[in-house]
């Protein structure tokens, strides 16, 4: 399995971006998308359960970003929408072959699989 993420670049605060994370070798239960800044620790940004159609996001992200995506792709979005400057990081996508209860969503060790991470900066 393989995870493929790119859409990284430079965006003004405010404005809006998509990251796409490109699956090859199996369909996954969940995905997931990661993020880690210089100097902190990765972090938990937002989640998907597809078979069971819930979607979970971080508390700095909420109602700015949303995961989704296309199974005729095996692609997993990421919309970042009104973005700030505290959101510049790398962000990786990752996925899980088996299904996850909602506690174990936000934890990175969960996830088998993780893709190479791609920067996205955010100008004040």
């Known amino acids: 399995v393989q995870l493929q993420a790119s859409g990284g670049g430079l965006v003004q605060a405010g404005g809006s971006l998509r990251l796409s994370c490109t699956v090859s070798?199996?369909?996954?239960?969940?995905s997931a998308w990661f993020r880690q800044a210089p100097g902190k620790e990765r972090e938990f940004v937002a989640a998907a359960r597809w078979s069971r159609r819930s979607t979970h996001y971080a508390d700095s992200v909420k109602g700015r970003f949303t995961i989704s995506r296309d199974s005729a792709k095996n692609t997993v979005y990421l919309q970042m929408d009104s973005l700030k400057p505290e959101d510049t990081a790398v962000y990786y996508c990752?996925?899980?072959?088996?299904?996850?209860?909602?506690?174990?969503?936000?934890?990175?060790?969960?996830?088998?699989?993780w893709g190479q991470g791609t920067e996205v900066t955010v100008s004040s």
């Open positions: 070798g199996r369909t996954l239960s969940n």
């Open positions: 990752a996925a899980s072959s088996m299904s996850l209860i909602t506690s174990s969503v936000m934890t990175s060790r969960h996830y088998d699989y």
